[in-house]
């Protein structure tokens, strides 16, 4: 009779096992609301090897509003037997076309485009420049093929508010726009999270939810790649060998996938990454050193003018018990996490953790992301590891709502200047710091005025010589210190802003500001000075002013002053000649001399807290982690 009870437990053991399980493996699957998969072009369906099925062209053409009705293979001869199907049709446009598609549930969206310019008798696609958008987000801004072809999957993260998502494509004028497959499926909601920490400046950064993402990178460390049907999303994760920047620093170590285990409290799930990419790791080599000091670095090419998310995948399975590895995570040569310490995080090995970074656009240099992990100096722990799972690389929309230039879906520019050349973008900048410093310059004489003395006409006052300068000794156009110099500087045909006529003219007396820097590089600051007042002017004040009036002209505008800055400096400068004035026997020969009676200045304080990054012409513009969408 035992015998007979025993056996029944132990078969009901192993089907509550199965039941667990079976219901744990169910609670990582994710059928999406929305699933639109086209093969643009194609006569017929097509079905991948993951099982998912493409419609034709004829099934989907109730989507797509196009005026004409173009569709092209490619030529058998030459078609690449390599690529995908998908790959193989295409729809072409002369003219704007979109998709549109309903939405049964907003949010979080997959949009991949497919782009492949195969050969084509009639139509040559390498040479196709277009735009693609969503109703609010720049996916592709004027867009060229690779050359030679080579098929690309463009991957997005888009938000969805409505009830319809569409995609404009937009060809150039002249050029025509095409696209081979699309993808349009739901994505779940815990994917991305709201917030991530920041790098620089260092702190929490939230608004991650509102923004749209391109997939740039997707790394299995340490690993294979992973193929659409082994991810639990149908993702593609490549492997990481490429991307090391000294492959020699780097050891691959791989568990099996059924040692990963993933948090109880449902932080992490298979369907933020598999098991197959927390099973394997790049951790440190062995550098048959006593005391190795050096750090695993991934590289990898990034648009400077943008801000990345940054999603890192750890996993401790080289440890043998707790608390025994710990290592700094850095990027971009920052410190993103100091003691990372698997252990306290996850109470266990082998348990599945990531961590999400904001990288500000500021923090980019030579077009390179770099991320790196090392070993934690002086750490009381064994032999000195650091490991690295998995990493994905993601570009944040900017203010514009485009993840491809600064050109918002109606056209509009959200750059710092015009587009174009370097004197479009410097000119502008120039003329608004010369308003800034008339302006400057009326209230300083405006101040001046009121508080003249009484004998006033009597007196040789620093508004005499201030303005106008002495024109007929170092004019704007004819002087040897200045002639031609600021039209090469900032070439002399009117641009779009207006500013480049100031340039021009050697009348207007903002020009003149311009011959005080020439002269004043050129050691002839003495001949713009009027001849009347010579010995009466105060050197210090002088040079003082004119430096004001150099800082102006910087091509940069972070290197030019603020309006405040700009009227301290006219007044310090004001003060240096009025200790002059008010002692003529002491002479004005030193900027020691001149410096006697002058007030100390102020202490102002900028802006504290807030984050700023350049665009391409280096203007500084809110970043884009505050204001992208």
């Given at each position: 009779?035992?015998p007979?009870?025993f ?5 009901l053991l192993?089907?509550?096992?199965a039941?667990v ?17 086209l ?6 369906s ?21 005026n004409e009705?173009i ?11 390599s690529?995908?199907p998908l ?5 072409v ?30 139509y040559?696609l390498?040479?196709a ?6 109703g609010?987000?720049v ?5 060229t ?6 098929a ?9 508010s409505?009830?319809?998502?569409s995609l404009?494509f937009?060809?150039?004028k ?12 739901s994505a779940?909601?815990?994917l991305?999270?709201d ?5 620089s ?11 749209a993402?391109?997939?740039?990178y ?13 991810d639990?999303l149908?993702r593609?994760w ?14 691959n170590?791989?568990v ?17 990454a598999p098991?197959?990419?927390y ?5 440190m ?5 006593t ?15 943008f801000?990345?998310?940054?999603r890192m995948?750890?996993?401790?399975i080289v440890?043998?018990?707790?608390n ?8 971009n040569?920052?410190?993103a ?12 090995l ?11 656009a ?19 722990a ?8 998995g990493?994905e ?15 918002a ?26 308003g800034?410093l ?9 101040c001046?005025?009121?508080?003249r ?8 006052s ?7 300068l ?8 004819s002087?040897?210190c ?8 900032f ?9 480049s ?5 050697g ?8 011959t ?10 003495e ?6 007042l010579?010995g009466?002017v ?9 430096e ?17 800055d700009v009227?301290?400096n ?6 240096l000649?009025d200790a ?17 009676g002058a ?6 304080k900028?802006?504290e ?9 280096s ?11």
């Open positions: 009779m035992r007979i009870v056996s029944l437990l132990f078969f192993l089907a509550t096992d039941n399980a079976s219901s744990a493996s169910a609670s990582v699957k994710f059928t999406p609301s929305d699933n639109y998969l093969d643009c072009g194609a006569a017929t097509t079905q991948l090897n993951d099982g998912r099925v493409f419609r034709s062209d004829p099934q989907s053409s109730s989507f797509l509003s196009t009705d569709k092209v293979s490619a030529d058998n001869s030459t078609a690449d037997s690529v995908s790959y193989l049709t295409a729809r446009f002369n003219g704007r076309s979109t998709y549109s598609f309903f939405v049964s549930k907003p949010g979080r969206h997959w949009i991949r485009l497919y782009l492949y310019a195969f050969a084509n008798a009639k040559n390498t040479s420049v277009f735009t693609v958008s969503t609010d987000i996916l592709l801004h004027d867009f093929p690779d050359s030679p072809a080579s690309v999957v463009k991957e997005y993260l888009v938000v969805v409505d009830d319809k998502v404009t937009a060809p150039k002249g050029s025509h726009a095409f696209i081979n497959a699309v993808e349009v499926v779940p909601d815990n991305i999270a917030f991530a920490a920041a790098i400046p260092a702190g929490q950064f939230n608004g991650v939810s509102e923004l993402l391109e997939v740039a997707r790394l299995n460390v340490g690993g294979r790649e992973i193929v659409p049907i082994n639990t149908g593609t490549r492997s990481d060998g490429g991307f090391l920047k000294v492959p020699a620093a780097a050891q170590v791989s099996s996938t059924k040692t990963i285990k993933y948090p109880d409290d449902g932080s992490v799930t298979p369907l933020i098991s197959t990419v099973s394997s790791a790049d951790e080599a062995n550098s048959n050193t005391d190795p000091n050096f750090n695993i670095t991934w590289e990898m090419a990034a648009d400077p003018a801000s990345y998310l940054i995948h750890f996993c401790d440890s043998k018990s707790l025994a590895l710990y290592f700094n995570v850095y990027i040569g920052l410190m996490v100091s003691t990372l310490d698997l252990s306290s995080l996850t109470s266990a082998a348990v599945a953790y990531y961590k999400d970074f904001a990288v500000n500021t923090t980019i240099t030579n077009s390179t992301i770099l991320v790196q992990v090392g070993p934690t100096p002086d750490s009381a064994g032999t000195p590891n650091a490991i690295l799972n990493l690389v993601m570009k944040m929309s900017n203010a514009a709502g485009s993840l491809d230039g600064l050109f879906v109606d056209g509009s520019y959200h750059g710092g200047a015009a587009p174009g050349g370097m004197a479009t973008k410097v000119v502008p900048g120039v003329g608004l710091a010369l800034a008339t302006m400057g310059l009326v209230v300083v004489m405006f001046r005025w009121r508080r003395p009484a004998d006033w006409q009597k007196r040789n620093f508004s005499s010589w201030l303005l106008p002495h024109a007929s000794q170092c004019s704007f156009m002087s040897s200045s002639k031609g110099s600021y039209r090469n500087r070439g002399s045909h009117k641009s779009k802003s207006g500013y006529g100031v340039f021009s003219s009348t207007i007396g903002l020009g003149k500001i311009f005080l820097a020439e002269c004043q590089r050129k050691g002839q600051l001949r713009i000075i009027d001849p009347h010579v009466t105060s050197p210090a004040s002088l040079k003082k002013y004119v004001a009036a150099e800082k102006c002209l910087a091509d940069h505008g972070v290197d030019r002053p603020s309006m405040g009227l301290w006219l007044e310090y400068a004001l003060q000649q002059v004035m008010e002692h003529p026997g002491e002479g004005s020969s030193s900027e020691e001399k001149g410096n006697h007030r100390e200045s102020p202490v102002r900028g802006d807290g807030h984050a700023v990054i350049n665009n391409d012409d203007t500084p513009i809110a970043d884009p982690l505050f204001r992208g969408r």
